[in-house]
């Protein structure tokens, strides 16, 4: 992933007369994964931005709304254009996708050009994500934790933006895989037991348990876990 240095502009918007796609702020570009829409090869795009401070992030540099992105979408319009044929779609990512204004125009666009469109999100912003399902053929949704303990990993709330972006989707009929990556500092069995019957409840077929990754990932979340293994 080419990816951004960090640093801060202090913006807070879009103020050089970019419009539509032209005006997204990419933090980075995969020309080529496999992973990031099962079953698809594909090209994933690292949208600037994201309300939420989860303890096990491991892409800091990419949180802060008002750090310029450092690709182009005209790179992006390039790279899908050499490969037609060859790539299944574009995985729109983050940071929070669903922050930027010119999330539809782009997926519209994407999907004028013949691919498939794929989103990854922690559904923040339920209206935001409304607004683009329309325009989505596969969505990688992200739920945290049973609502109780949402805090404990965003440290900025966000139970119920999420569960409300989850049944939007759910109604939407759009393909959808919820993933919850399990922080072992929040998450105790009962709350994986609860979570997974209220996910199935809600009618989730497709639920992918994950992994937490310590790369990136803050020294003091580092050294939580690590106080965990020592316990144990």
């Given amino acids: 992933m080419r990816t951004t240095n960090g640093r801060p502009n202090g913006r807070g918007g879009h103020g050089d007369g970019r419009a539509g796609a032209d005006a997204l702020e990419i933090a980075g570009l995969t020309p080529l994964s496999s992973c990031d829409w099962p079953g698809k090869l594909v090209a994933t795009v690292f949208l600037q931005g994201c309300p939420w401070r989860c303890t096990y992030c491991h892409n800091s540099a990419i949180l802060d709304p008002r750090t310029p992105g450092v690709v182009p979408w005209q790179d992006v319009r390039t790279l899908l254009a050499k490969r037609h044929g060859l790539l299944d779609g574009l995985v729109f990512s983050g940071g929070e996708p669903t922050m930027q204004p010119g999330l539809v125009a782009a997926a519209q666009e994407v999907r004028a050009g013949g691919f498939g469109v794929g989103l990854h999100t922690g559904g923040a912003f339920p209206a935001a994500l409304a607004r683009v399902l329309p325009h989505v053929d596969w969505v990688g949704l992200d739920v945290k934790a049973p609502a109780r303990l949402y805090d404990a990993i965003t440290r900025r709330g966000g139970a119920v933006p ?57 020294s003091a979340y580092r050294a939580s876990l690590d106080a965990l293994t020592t316990r144990t």
């Fill in 162 to 218: 999420a569960f409300e972006s989850l049944r939007r989707v759910l109604d939407a009929g759009v393909d959808v895989q919820v993933r919850t990556t399990i922080d072992p500092t929040v998450l105790d069995a009962a709350a994986v037991t609860e979570l997974a019957a209220e996910l199935a409840g809600l009618g989730v077929r497709d639920h992918v348990w994950q992994e937490v990754r310590r790369e990136g990932t803050t």
